[in-house]
C-alpha cells in the first residue's frame, strides 16, 4: 500500500510563487511514475506534469516554463515548484503515484491564486 501527503499550498497573488511537496510512504518501487494534477471547480481533473525516476519530466502547454517538478528518489518525495502564478491556476493539487498498474492518489492541496 502506498499513501501520499500533499503540503505547500495556499493563497499566493497573481505573479507569485508557491512550492508544493508530496510525500511517499509505502512499498514504492524504483520505476514508479509521480506526477501532479490539479482539479478546479467544475472541471476536470487534469495532468499539471510528470517525472520518470529518472528524472525526465514533462508537462501541460498551460504551465511549460512556470512550473517544475522534482524528485528525490532516496526520500520518496516529489515537489513542484510554480512560478508566475495565473488566477486560471486555482484548483486543489494532487499528488499521484503510478506503479504496477495501480494508481495512488494524496488528499489534495488548496492552491489559490488573486487577480
Known amino acids: 500500500q502506498v499513501q501520499l501527503v500533499e503540503s505547500g499550498g495556499g493563497l499566493v497573488q497573481a505573479g507569485g510563487s508557491l512550492r508544493l511537496s508530496c510525500a511517499a510512504s509505502?512499498?514504492?518501487?524504483?520505476?514508479?511514475?509521480m506526477a501532479w494534477y490539479r482539479q478546479a471547480p467544475g472541471k476536470q481533473r487534469e495532468l499539471v506534469g510528470r517525472?520518470?525516476?529518472?528524472?525526465?519530466?514533462n508537462y501541460v502547454d498551460s504551465v511549460k516554463g512556470r512550473f517544475t517538478i522534482s524528485r528525490d528518489n532516496a526520500k520518496n518525495s516529489m515537489s513542484l515548484q510554480m512560478n508566475s502564478l495565473k488566477p486560471e491556476d486555482t484548483a486543489v493539487y494532487f499528488c499521484?503515484?503510478?506503479?504496477?498498474?495501480?494508481?495512488?492518489w494524496g488528499q489534495g492541496t488548496q492552491v489559490t491564486v488573486s487577480s
Open positions: 499521484n503515484l503510478l506503479q504496477s498498474g495501480s494508481a495512488y
Open positions: 517525472i520518470t525516476s529518472g528524472g525526465t519530466t
Open positions: 509505502g512499498s514504492i518501487f524504483s520505476y514508479a511514475v
